[in-house]
């Protein structure tokens, strides 16, 4: 009888324990059934026994989402946390080493002026540097460039180019270079480079507009390959000119300012 009496007190007492710890939680009068389901329905459709009970468990639901809202953390104290620890450890960015680029190029002309139209041979080649001396014009901050080239235009007949004579000669060219991004690929921007360029052809002043294609390489590598498109326009005289559009190769080894430096403080 005592182990009964024991017993039922044991069950008692954990009872009470559960009871105790249900009403210590915190619960969520937003989910309440019946308030859940007088939600569903309209004001003008409750009793007024319902229509009180609805507005005194909105209030606590109300209250509710307060606590809750206070407790947590907004989202914007979290990002402005995470912006002052970023601007305390900011990434250390390595700065690019600056380099000039010489090299050389080849190319074959694709459309011609009826002045030159009728030559069959043709030599165009040259000498290209490109130096990381830039000049800020806006927003946008172009390159020197500078150029020596070769063209030749003749016949194949020797007899023909003594009587009509040959057209070509040299040109020294200077000018700005602006590379701009075209499109994103895996390995990063596709940065294809316009150049313009003006100078002193074989017959009078002349102008030299570039498009230069970079193949894609190894970033460390020096070797530098661009394929180039290239609008030549020459003036002839005060009021005549003529001119081609030529496509070629260019070869380039990038040579850093520190390089340069220390060759020269050897001599």
């Known amino acids: 009888m005592v182990q009964k009496i024991i017993n039922t007190n044991n069950h008692i007492a954990m009872l009470l324990i559960l009871f105790s710890i249900a009403l210590g939680q915190d619960s969520n009068p937003c989910k309440n059934k019946r308030f859940l389901s007088l939600s569903k329905m309209d004001l003008d459709d409750m009793s007024d026994r319902e229509y009180s009970y609805f507005i005194k468990k909105e209030e606590e639901c109300s209250q509710y989402k307060l606590k809750r809202k206070k407790k947590k953390p907004s989202k914007s104290k979290s990002n402005q946390t995470n912006r002052k620890k970023r601007k305390k450890n900011p990434k250390k960015r390595v700065p690019k080493e600056k380099a000039y680029l010489p090299g050389v190029y080849f190319s074959s002309p694709v459309m011609r002026l009826e002045m030159i ?20 014009i806006g927003r946008l901050k172009p390159s ?14 020797k007899e023909k180019n003594k009587i009509l004579g ?11 270079k602006f590379p701009f991004n075209l499109f994103k690929t895996k390995t990063g921007w596709f940065r294809p480079e316009f150049s313009i360029m003006s100078g002193k052809f074989h017959y009078k002043k002349g102008l030299l507009l570039c498009l230069d294609l970079p193949q894609k390489l190894s970033g460390d590598s020096p070797l530098k390959i661009k394929y180039s498109i290239r609008t030549n326009i020459i003036q002839t005289d005060e009021s005549h000119g003529t001119g081609w559009l030529d496509f070629g190769l260019f070869i380039g080894y990038s040579i ?6 220390s060759i020269t403080d050897i001599f």
Do not use: C, W
């Not at 020197?144 to 007949?157: G, Q």
């Not at 040959?166 to 700005?176: C, D, K, M």
């Open 256 to 261: 850093s300012e520190k390089t340069i430096s």
């Open 166 to 176: 040959e057209f070509g000669g040299n040109a020294v060219l200077g000018g700005l």
């Open 144 to 157: 020197l460039v500078f150029e020596y080239r070769t063209y030749v235009f003749t016949y194949s007949d």
């Open 117 to 136: 139209s009728k030559y069959d041979n043709t030599n165009i080649s040259g000498f290209k540097l490109e130096t990381p001396l830039s000049i800020a």
